[in-house]
Nanobody, 115 residues
Framework: QVQLVESGGGLVQAGESLRLSCAAS????????MAWYRQAPGNERELVAS???????NYSDSVKGRATISRDMARNTVDLQMNTLKPDDTGIYYC?????????WGQGTQVTVSS
């Protein structure tokens, strides 16, 4: 069973930065695409950023210009660098990976941005 483990969350102040990492139990290059989602209290889970096997990236309008998704081959992780964080960025951040007809999810990491 494929496992994804997120790390890097925490409590930060508005304007600060965080780098989230998603470690996979298999090569990250096995995935057709990987993505970061977030879920704020009372809201649905929403896509934050994604990266395909061909390195095409996509960002939600809410983080465009403030976030960068990347793959680290040496660490076998998919990372999300978030800058100039806002209170609206608060939520649980989940990593996902698309494999053929299935999608693997991590357990999530909490990000809290105080104003």
């Amino acid at each position: 069973q494929v496992q994804l483990v997120e790390s890097g969350g925490g409590l930060v102040q508005a304007g600060e930065s965080l780098r989230l990492s998603c470690a996979a139990s298999i090569s990250i290059f096995s995935f057709k695409a990987m993505a970061w989602y977030r879920q704020a209290p009372g809201n649905e889970r929403e896509l934050v950023a994604s990266i395909t096997a061909g390195r095409t990236t996509n960002y939600s309008d809410s983080v465009k210009g403030r976030a960068t998704i990347s793959r680290d081959m040496a660490r076998n992780t998919v990372d999300l660098q978030m800058n100039t964080l806002k209170p609206d960025d608060t939520g649980i951040y989940y990593c996902s990976g698309a494999l053929g007809g299935s999608v693997a999810w991590g357990q999530g990491t909490q990000v809290t941005v105080s104003s």
